[in-house]
């Protein structure tokens, strides 16, 4: 059992309660005694060496050291900023080598914390592309842009905020905070929360990858803190301290666009990353096998992931073509134990909501085309069941599906609404399926599945809805060089967009380095014609 200490400033910080993890699947296998084992845990029993069931334990921070940890981070904070950018880049670099090298380590915690294994390997993979060597490079040519316009150097360099404070989001805590290195990178200190309900992998990953990583670089100590705590209590503490500059959080969008409104009133910078609706337009040329394959993405963890599709708007003329394929990949989605290959579903939290909502889509019209019951951990119904099938339903029209829950509302579980429109001429179709995607109050990405150059480009110069866009390519997947999140809309707020944490954790400013200027005849040089210096005088 590994045991992680709160970590203030380079040092471990003393403990006396801890929140132990479980291995996720004992759950499955012996739900009551591994809850019996949770409570007596939490009790301040301690574990038997031999029990397996017991992955490790993260500790829960005390008010004072999160305190310090903010003071450390403010006083560490200008000599890591001092650093020259590629020196931080190396940083970078370096962490992206241990994520390699441990990848199987890493994925490996996820799974214990009950995360299916295709699943735990997406996210991993996830945080290998955004730190890859082409990921760094399209960072580091917008941190420092600079170019020679007539007999002056101009400079456009971004500036660390100061001090980050990060909270992950509870459903994939470990992965979404790896952002937190590019912020580090920009030369902010970091402060990173491990939620209380999945501590465990976050304090692996900062621990063995990223605080490892500083210390071989001899990065100022208080550069990086990790603390456990409670989330409001946390939230309330960065919101009123003068050691804190911004606050990432993710999460979902109505308690997420709160924060952001009292980060702007406290004078931080909120980085929000929140919930997702994503799109995806089929049309009528599109390769429908490979479509289907990007559109059955929408499962990995029952779609209680924000970036997976949650609705498919089909071509009329493709739409049976389609629905078949899915019906056949959605058949062979089935649960079972987060280490077993393959496993794709996660027990699903917001049951009750995933039956009121397929209720008021089928009474609304919409077609039940696939799945709609709970499951048994070996895929048969069960009344009683922890996992739901993965479900397809059909709506008729954009006039019914803007009406739906299922259709225009972040669908937390597995269910997919694939809209069939109404049959217009070819340009009308596609400038309609434009408007009903850009009208979306959601913004992570959206997908194209077309041949046609024209449309492709229609759809990237017309679409703005979405942080990042994906044509004919896997929803989910990770692209070199392109930011793994954001978006705009309820998915990131007002200031909302592709999130480089590098650039939305720093401020540009600009340089003017003169040669052999006069300042008098300078004074007003966008006022005067062209001409000769010793005229101007």
């Not at 069941?385 to 803007?402: D, H, K, M, S």
């Not at 990237?460 to 942080?467: I, K, R, S, V």
């Not at 809309?489 to 480089?500: K, M, Q």
């Amino acid at each position: 059992m590994k045991s992680y200490p709160s970590y203030i400033a380079g040092q471990d910080a003393p403990a006396d309660k801890w929140i132990h993890t479980i291995r996720a699947s004992s759950l499955l296998g012996d739900a009551f005694g591994a809850i019996r084992l949770k409570r007596a845990l939490a009790a301040g029993n301690e574990p038997e060496p031999a029990d397996d069931r017991v992955v490790g334990r993260v500790a829960l921070s005390t008010t004072e050291q999160c305190l310090e940890a903010l003071r450390a981070a403010r006083a560490a904070q200008r000599e890591w900023a001092a650093v020259p950018l590629a020196r931080r880049m190396e940083f970078g670099a370096l962490f992206h080598k241990k994520a390699v090298a441990r990848q199987d380590e890493f994925v490996e915690a996820l799974i214990a914390e009950g995360h299916p294994r295709r699943l735990a390997e997406w996210e991993v993979a996830g945080v290998i592309q955004g730190s890859s060597p082409e990921t760094f490079a399209v960072n580091a040519r917008m941190m420092d842009h600079r170019e020679h316009v007539g007999d002056r150097e101009i400079r456009l360099v971004r500036k660390p905020d100061g001090v980050v404070c990060l909270s992950p989001p509870q459903n994939a805590a470990a992965s979404n905070s790896m952002l937190g290195v590019h912020a580090l990178m920009a030369g902010n200190s970091l402060v990173v929360k491990a939620p209380r309900s999945a501590p465990y992998a976050v304090a692996w990953a900062w621990r063995e990858l990223v605080a490892t990583s500083l210390e071989e670089m001899g990065a100022p100590a208080g550069v990086l803190s990790i603390v456990c705590g409670v989330p409001k209590v946390l939230i309330d503490q960065w919101m009123t301290s003068d050691d804190v500059d911004d606050i990432m959080y993710f999460g979902g969008s109505e308690r997420g666009i709160e924060i952001g409104r009292r980060c702007v009133e406290h004078g931080k910078k909120p980085v929000l990353e929140l919930a997702g609706n994503d799109g995806v337009l089929v049309w009528e040329d599109a390769d429908l096998d490979n479509a289907a394959q990007a559109i059955s993405e929408c499962f990995y963890g029952s779609s209680q992931i924000c970036m997976v599709p949650k609705y498919v708007i089909a071509h009329p003329r493709i739409a049976d073509a389609l629905v078949e394929r899915l019906r056949q990949l959605v058949s062979e989605i089935l649960p079972g134990k987060p280490e077993e290959p393959g496993i794709l579903l996660s027990p699903v939290l917001r049951t009750t909501e995933f039956f009121t909502v397929l209720d008021e889509a089928v009474s609304s019209g919409a077609e039940l085309l696939h799945g709609g019951q709970r499951i048994a951990e070996d895929g048969t119904p069960d009344s009683s069941g922890i996992f739901l099938q993965p479900t397809l339903v059909r709506v008729e029209g954009y006039e019914a599906a803007e009406k739906l829950r299922a259709v225009r509302d972040e669908t937390f579980f597995p269910l997919l609404s694939i809209v069939v429109p109404a049959e217009e001429p070819a340009q009308d179709a596609f400038a309609s399926a434009l408007r009903f995607m850009n009208d979306n109050p959601f913004g992570l990405r959206n997908s194209l599945w077309s041949e046609d150059p024209e449309l492709i480009e229609q759809f990237c110069a017309c679409l703005d809805n979405g942080g990042i866009l994906k044509i004919n390519d896997s929803h989910l997947g990770f692209v070199p060089g392109i930011p793994t999140h954001g978006g705009n809309g309820l998915s990131g707020g007002p200031f909302g967009e592709a999130n480089y944490p590098m650039l939305r954790t720093s401020h540009l400013q600009a340089v003017s380095i003169a040669t052999k200027v006069t300042p008098r005849s300078r004074v007003f040089e966008s006022a005067l014609p062209p001409v000769a210096e010793e005229t101007a005088r």
